[in-house]
């Protein structure tokens, strides 16, 4: 079963994207900022992180940069997704770590096929 | 014996206070201390002081040390106060998200004061700017909320900003918010999101669960 | 009425599963504490009560009080209701159990011979888990011979240090006690209770601090394990900040912090990284850090 990480404060976008992922066949699991991002990823090795930027306690960038830098699987594949598709947020996105960058509001089929592709189903 | 006690390890801290002037001007100099502990503790005892929130402002801005901007922020959180407002709502704008966020929080603790900013802050023209008041909203402990939210989305036209209040309607939403979202939809028909998004707030204002049972 | 108990064991009349749900959202986002749905009786019972206490014939209309007042008693009056504040010995022993077979190899192996290993205990009440930490360490860890350890008990209720420091206790607060332990440690007195002995309690530090107060809790530091167990939970957004930046500084860089098993650093300030141990997740300071 490919897992996937869904960080974002707002429960709204967790829920869509759980049930949208898990409809499609994924493993879901949650969390509500960067720090409880890292909590989870200590406990249990993920296929993918879907990451919001904008989150209290700890921001998606930040929760990117520790990943990266501190593990405990540092290669894992990062999607961040941002509220505006402005160019500074895909390089703030991509020089965090992120692999792919996307804009909100994200279409169903656009998410899911990111997401086949980054993590491995499609390989 | 392998446990040892050290009565003398811990001084009282009448005897610290003489070591180190505790005085503002040399609290506030020590925020620029090249040792972060030392900046740390500077920022902590100026908590409470409305004399320091412009040097402690100041100091943020210039400050990189995670721990010692978490100090910082919460010694203007402690302090409170319109000075403290004034000078964290610029910082929305920042590209430090980090430092943006840590703004927020900040101005969530100081529920007074929002209504002195919060309407204009909602009619910002930048929609980043927006969701970040609609941020402010999410934890803020004042009665006009709701009304803030349901504004939102009776007047912005832009969809995240709406999503963002739509999702804090999930929690503090009412009866009266129900019209308002439930003609959501219709001003975002290509958003399958917004639709979801409305069907759970919905869901839980009524407290009507839904059909399939989840 | 316990006829039809397992139909009703569920839902509390009242509050439906989106009030739960809604209610749990906020709650964690406040407290850092989860309720997970096995626990969705125990909350709504909790919730009515207090419904009952403040007048409010719905949960909305609670809600909505809890939700906005803007001095925040009533969250506080529900925390207290929500919280078990019992203490015991070897409670939720996991985490003792993570001291010595996680944490302490990793701690001393930063230690020159010679250095002590430091433990704070906060809040430690009536002395329970500092005790514990005594004697778990005498008992189970390997290398207790080899290094110094200063084990070191605080709170802020004076009454309680009182007891600490007489380390007399009965019944409840041993039950969890393994039966040698019990006769190795403790002197049994006349009136049946036990009184944990005299070496021990001369060997621990007991103390008064006021957590919130940055010139009482300056003067303790290098410390490498903290136990902090449900204590943040009791303070509002700034005061739990506060106490974060405090423990933070209290630890050596790479020190461990325990929280209560249901307390969630995440929730409360992004100072401290998760350290996931087979036994607990923990927090720890970077180790990177400069002081």
Redesign the interface.
Known sequence: MTRVLVVDDA?TVRLYHRELLEQDGFDVDE??????A??RL??TPYDLLLVDVNMP??DGY?CVR?VRT?G?DIGVPVIMVTTEGAAGDREQALSAGANLHMAKPVQPEVLLSRVRLMSGVLS | ???????D?????GQ??REIPRDREGLIAQLDDK???AR??AS??L?GDAGAVDALCDALEREQD??CR??M??AL??TGGQRVQERLLPLLRSEDAALRNGAI?VL??M??LAAGYMDELLADPDSDVRIFAVNILE?L???R?PDWLRGVLERDDHVNVCAAAVDVL???G?DHCLDALRQLPARFPGEPFIAFAVRTAE??I????RGDGR | MAADAPREATEVPGI????F??FR??Y??KTGNWFEENKRYYVDKRLLARMRATGCGT??EYF?RL????D?AELQELVNSMTVNETYFFREEYQFQCLVRSMLPRVVKRKKPGE?VRIWSLPCSTGEEVYSL?LY??EYWDD??D?????IGSDIDTRALEKANQGIYEGRALHALPGPLLKRYFRRLPDGSHQILK??R????I?RVNLQD???T???RGFDVVFCRNLLIYFD??AR??A???L??ALNPGGYICLGHSE????????F????FPEA?VYQRPEE???
């Open positions: 429960q969390a509500v900022n960067g720090l409880e890292l909590e200590a406990d306690r700890m930040t520790r501190d405990p | 014996m392998p446990l040892i006690r050290r009565d390890a811990a001084p009282a801290p610290e206070r040792r972060p502990v740390r503790r902590r005892e908590a995670e721990g978490h100090a922020l919460t959180l402690v929080e969530q603790g529920p007074k934890s402990r004042h009665e909320v999930t929690e503090v009412d869901r839980r009524t407290g009507e669960e | 439906g599963y989106e009030d749900t809604r959202e906020f964690y986002r949960f909305r909505v939700r906005f007042e803007t925040g002590t005594a360490l005498l207790v011979d290094y110094n350890v200063e084990l070496s021990i001369d060997s621990i530090r103390s940055p010139l009482e300056r003067p303790y957004d700034a900040r506060r974060a930046e405090t933070y500084d969630f650093m995440s929730r409360i300030s992004s100072l990284k998760p350290a996931r997740i850090d400069q002081t």
